[in-house]
């Protein structure tokens, strides 16, 4: 498939980070990269593993003009047995063509792309950190390359593949955090792309963030852009919550991000007995659960968090403070045991687990 | 203001088209291009003008992740007395600032990119074609360049400027087309980024447009996202209809682009004694208009074609023919006036020219 990986080893080396100490997230790049690209009649070709530099593109091409681009967001692990090992990646490699056909983007064979990315990590295994909590972040993209100024799909792509160590998301233990339910701008909506990993979904999205750091929230809770009723997610987190026993999220409507990890914590509330449902939620359900007191938990869910527990829902100008400000039972439950999969400190039941 | 416009001359030239032939859209650049960069407490600095050629990022540069990018289009022409004028040139720079507001993106002192703009056309003279109807187009464009993977405003930009010598749109005069009425995909919502020049919303448009194709139409006339019931634009266009001698157009809904040549177009109509207005327009209103014989006609317009007359709509799959499938008197009008305040054939009445 579209020819073998050429290895091209980066042969000065690159500085690692001390894998131990303060890593961020996103911040440092490893050695190499991956590439391909792609030129309409030709299809994706010369798929290289060469040295992480910088990328040269003519002025006019159009990720740089039309956002034609998108992306994943996975991650590798190092287990307690030193084995490296992906968490799903074949969901990642679907959902990225998912976003790609919604964007006019050429499709790219998902084992191809899962291999790709073993590959690339058994390279730079010794970027995988050790630490409690940390990772090697993945982040396979894609972009328009075409140089040329008129509105249509370019003729010309590149698949990128680069990689950063990067820290746990929560260093000493969940911390809740105070959530803006955000009334005035909209995400997406049905018909648009916020069910695509769109490049211009995030653009869109940071100004109703610094709104909310004004407010002292570290996010916002997104309503539906017809109604500004209907719960869709919280940040770049697909979002849950418990009431009365029950754990609700919000059905897939068009307009939300299909969460592999909100794929995978509905798998295991299933398997362990608790009831869940996707199913439209209004921002007045929630107001009434928390005013009867049986809004028990809240929290957001993706790749880089794992799980985000919500101390306090901020809406017209009132918080709800949520199970006292304090991670809840569920929460901390679901951390522990995705955490725990991934680490290898619990067995691989679902088989989620890719060694590398 | 950043300081002065440092110029590195293109000493290896670059090929020029022959600028009489077929040049089409968008495919040729001029020999220079402008570029200034932004850091974070240092501000916007460096501007120069230099050779036109390739740029270079980091993979992780956030434009290619995040989408955070702006742009503009507009045009210089060179008139039948052989200079070189600019049309409306403070109303990009305005509007590209507003659109940066909604992204996130630092602001630029308009004065400053229209003396750039000026500048860079002066160097690149050679390049404005005379051929009727053909004119030097402009592309001033933001992007985030900070090489960092966390959702948020990025630290670093580059503002950059291209020139593209293109044809006239229609080379033989005005030519009516057909154009799909879109019921299922959105370009924007309110509280989205609908009446920014943002790059995402292209990508999110390409699919729509493509299946208009397959429809033997050249572009969507969109509906609004929340009642699919109310025009916004068509295509990269704002839209016009001629419903018994009343001109009208959408109202900004905060999802429209506020066109520049939408503006010109209300002025002249004003000036003219036709009454125009900006409302709401259901698709039911141009239905019903049609089927008494009132729809007289119905235009795009643009940067790219001034006007694009529709000759029919193709709704719920059943074709609305307009005025024959004819170009209209009005958009004939418009047209001729427009490009005869650009060519200097008529005179610059309203003081739209900027000369470089
Ligand atoms: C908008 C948005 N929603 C939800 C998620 C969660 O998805 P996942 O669990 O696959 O990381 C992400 C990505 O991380 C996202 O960008
Ligand atoms: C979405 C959209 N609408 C309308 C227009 C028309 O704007 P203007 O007349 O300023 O070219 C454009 C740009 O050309 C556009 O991109």
């Given at each position: 498939m579209y020819g073998n990986i050429r290895v091209e080893l980066n042969h000065n080396g690159k500085t690692m980070p001390n894998l131990e100490e303060n890593l961020g997230f996103g911040k440092h790049f490893t050695a190499h990269m991956f590439m391909m690209d792609y030129e309409e009649?030709?299809?994706?070709?010369?798929?290289r593993i060469i040295p992480y530099g910088p990328i040269s593109h003519d002025?006019?091409?159009?990720v740089f003009h039309y956002g034609q681009a998108v992306f994943e967001g996975m991650k590798a692990f190092r287990t307690e047995s030193d084995e490296v090992v992906l968490f799903r990646p074949d969901q990642n490699a679907k959902r990225l063509n998912r976003s790609s056909e919604r964007l006019s983007i050429p499709q790219i064979d998902e084992e191809f792309v899962v291999a790709a990315i073993q590959q690339l990590v058994r390279i730079?295994?010794?970027?995988?950190?050790?630490?409690?909590g940390s990772s090697l972040y993945i982040r396979p993209f894609v972009i328009a390359t075409e140089a040329?100024?008129?509105?249509?799909?370019?003729?010309q792509y590149s698949f990128i593949i680069i990689m950063s160590p990067v820290d746990a998301y929560y260093e000493e233990g969940l911390q809740p955090v105070n959530i803006l339910v955000e009334?005035?701008?909209?995400?997406s909506v049905r018909g648009?792309?916020?069910?695509a990993k769109a490049a211009g979904n995030y653009a869109g999205s940071l100004k109703a963030q610094t709104l909310a750091k004004e407010h002292n929230c570290a996010q916002v809770l997104w309503l539906d852009?017809?109604?500004?009723?209907y719960l869709e997610e919280v940040g770049s987190m697909n979002v849950f919550f418990k009431i009365n026993g029950e754990v609700v999220t919000p059905s897939l409507?068009?307009?939300?991000l299909e969460g592999i990890t909100r794929g995978s914590i509905i798998h295991l509330l299933k398997d362990w007995g608790i009831p869940v449902t996707e199913r439209k939620i209004s921002i007045d359900d929630i107001v009434e659960a928390h005013a009867n007191g049986s809004l028990e938990e809240a929290f957001g869910t993706g790749t880089a968090a794992v799980v985000s527990p919500i101390g306090s829902l901020l809406w017209n100008g009132t918080p709800m403070v949520i199970n006292q400000g304090k991670t809840g039972e569920l929460v901390e439950k679901l951390y522990a045991t995705i955490t725990g999969i991934q680490s290898g400190k619990l067995p691989d039941t679902y088989g989620w687990l890719l060694k590398v």
């Open positions: 009649g030709t299809g994706w070709h010369d798929p002025p006019a091409a159009m730079d295994a010794a970027w995988v950190p050790k630490k409690k040329i100024l008129g509105v249509r799909p370019a003729m009334s005035y701008f909209s995400r648009g792309t916020g069910d852009a017809i109604e500004k009723k409507s068009g307009s939300i």
